[in-house]
């Protein structure tokens, strides 16, 4: 199955297959969007009581203008980054799931108000490589009084499992569009040249009295064309072979590491289907 790489960003990725079924390539998507596992926030300890200021002696609430639950809830969706050679399911630790530096990652929130908490206020504890990687999303505002002193810990899950541990988003699939010109009859240039003005993409030029399409895999299938030719001299069909596939990372893996981990997931879960089904008798 040929696959060319249409686009290759750190974030985010185009690739086109050509072969296979629209099935085959929804097992793919179907295996990013849930399958590729992360590092994110599971368990969150508040600090319950009375925060003292060292520096000036005042005494802060240990509260926020939100319940801990929705603090905690904006945590959990905090991108993480994430190497999977380091890190794994607590189940499948060495530690036996007590918690080890190779599942789980700590951190730390010491903010008092007022002010606005935002995720570069959610340190690790240890490695600064592990630190949240949009540090500027807001969490929570404290007011005068109010502090919050917190600590949180991130383990590997899958979107399977909660959102938060979703790595793929925006993830689609669509056939390759191809765009058919024949003048017909009674199709002016003036009609021609509307046509070409009409989409939103701007792969359609006409010159010299004819219409032709360039970068034809820029194509969105919106219709525009197809509406504005009132004699059907351009048509717009799907490849049944032919599917691109797009979608972007939160970046807690890149768009090349999510689309590798997916791949070989997937071929390891059919050769498990295909021992199962030999051994039966």
């Known amino acids: 199955m040929p696959v060319s790489i249409q686009e290759l960003k750190p974030r985010q990725t185009l690739l086109e297959f050509e ?5 085959q390539v929804n097992a793919i998507r179907r295996t990013l969007l849930a399958d590729v596992p992360k590092l994110a926030i599971e368990d969150v300890e508040f600090h319950l009581g009375p925060i003292r200021d060292e520096a000036s002696g005042k005494d802060y609430d240990s509260s926020t203008s939100m319940f801990d639950e929705a603090v905690a809830l904006r945590l959990g969706l905090l991108p993480i980054p994430t190497d999977l050679g380091q890190f794994r399911r607590k189940s499948e630790c060495t530690c036996d799931g007590a918690g080890c530096a190779h599942c789980q990652v700590m951190y730390s929130i010491d903010r008092k108000g007022p002010c606005t908490v935002y995720a570069k206020d959610v340190v690790p504890l240890g490695d600064a490589s592990l630190a949240i990687l949009e540090p500027d999303v807001p969490i929570v505002r404290l007011g005068a009084r109010q502090a919050l002193l ?5 383990v590997v899950g899958t979107a399977r499992e909660h959102a938060k541990w979703q790595v793929a988003h925006g993830v689609g699939m669509y056939p390759r569009p191809h765009v058919r010109i024949a003048r017909k ?14 989409c ?8 010299g009295g004819k219409l032709t399409v360039h970068d034809e895999p820029k194509c969105i299938d919106c219709g525009a064309c197809e509406k504005t030719c009132e004699h059907g001299s351009i048509r717009i069909e799907a490849d049944p072979e032919r599917f691109f596939l797009r979608f972007e990372t939160d970046g807690s893996l890149s768009a090349r590491e999510a689309l590798r981990f997916a791949l070989k997931d997937l071929k390891r879960r059919f050769e498990a289907l295909r021992e199962a089904i030999q051994s039966v008798p």
């Open 150 to 154: 917190a600590y949180a810990t991130a």
């Open 19 to 23: 072969g296979p079924t629209a099935a």
């Open 200 to 207: 939103p993409v701007n792969i359609l030029d006409f010159a």
């Open 185 to 198: 009859e009674g199709c002016s240039e003036a009609c021609l040249k509307r046509t070409a003005a009409s």
